[in-house]
């Protein structure tokens, strides 16, 4: 039989789970749907866990065909969407901040490569020129409050079901710099995404993926939490540190394959998003940071 330890993450009222799965190498041969007619051998979390990582290794033969035409550049309507929401933004938004200048506005992550899947979301980011030059760490923290301030902006647009996150970056940011970015100012290929073959298995990014979600419980589980569950300003500016280490490891890849996203490194990255690990740690972060 199969064996599950299912790892709860707190205060976050039960809806979202890590998983921790041993003895899988049956269950991975399974599809989605022998899955489902095998529920003997395979439990819904273990299911729910195969799900994700089929989804994070789907490797398709051509770009988003709703979002890129035949000649790989953005299909005209997407185009015209695209640059109206920018607009929006910038009008009811950016307009309070006129010495930032705009470099330029750029669509990157998986919906840019050939590993989308339908739960992929638009990543759209405006580049902006750095606003303190000699100081990184007050020019960061003023891009934190920029992308707060859009974080609660009155609309969340979609296109083809897929999200739109706009967010605000400088050009030394990770997502800016890696593979696969797509310039909506000048409509054309910044980086052009390349499609290649994972060269890992399932199995072992399920392996993987464990050892580096064990250590970032072990090393979390460090850190007390007050009564709202919230950490100390100390301790969430270290575990922030460590988190964007573990995305700083999964673009550097990039150093060592044409495509990053075909890396271990990234997809531990993405698989940690897509089980809601990455993504609630830095909400306690945020919230930590900013309690009163």
């Avoid at 707060?148 to 940011?173: A, E, Q, R, W």
């Avoid at 673009?251 to 060592?256: S, V």
């Amino acid at each position: 039989m199969t064996m599950l330890v299912k790892y709860n993450i707190p205060d976050y009222n039960n809806l979202h789970t890590a998983y921790k799965i041993n003895n899988m190498d049956y269950a991975f041969n399974l599809s989605d749907s022998e899955c489902e007619q095998e529920s003997e051998f395979v439990t819904p979390y273990e299911q729910e866990f195969i799900s994700k990582i089929n989804h994070v290794l789907q490797n398709n033969k051509s770009l988003a065909p709703n979002i890129f035409g035949t000649d790989n550049l953005l299909l005209e309507d997407i185009h015209k969407k695209l640059m109206m929401i920018f607009n929006n933004i910038k009008k009811r938004f950016l307009v309070f901040f006129p010495k930032i200048k705009i470099l330029d506005v750029v669509i990157t992550g998986s919906i840019c490569s050939y590993i989308y899947n339908q739960d992929s979301d638009i990543d759209v980011f405006i580049v902006v020129e750095d606003i303190v030059p000699d100081n990184y760490n007050l020019t960061d923290r003023f891009v934190s409050i920029l992308n707060l301030f859009l974080s609660i902006v009155d609309f969340k647009p979609s296109i083809h079901g897929y999200n739109i996150d706009m967010g605000v970056l400088l050009p030394t940011s990770d997502q800016v710099k890696c593979r696969n970015k797509y310039s909506l100012l000048q409509n054309k290929w910044l980086s052009e995404p390349v499609r290649q073959e994972f060269a890992f298995s399932s199995e072992e990014l399920r392996s993987e993926y464990i050892k580096e979600y064990d250590k970032l419980i072990r090393y979390i589980s460090k850190f007390p939490r007050n009564e709202k569950g919230l950490f100390t300003i100390g301790a969430a500016r270290k575990i922030d540190n460590y988190l964007l280490d573990i995305r700083h490891k999964a673009f550097d890849a990039k150093e060592y394959f044409k495509a990053h996203e075909y890396s271990l490194e990234y997809n531990i990255y993405r698989l940690l998003k897509h089980c809601y690990v990455y993504g609630y740690y830095r909400k306690i972060i945020e919230q930590s940071l900013n309690q009163v």
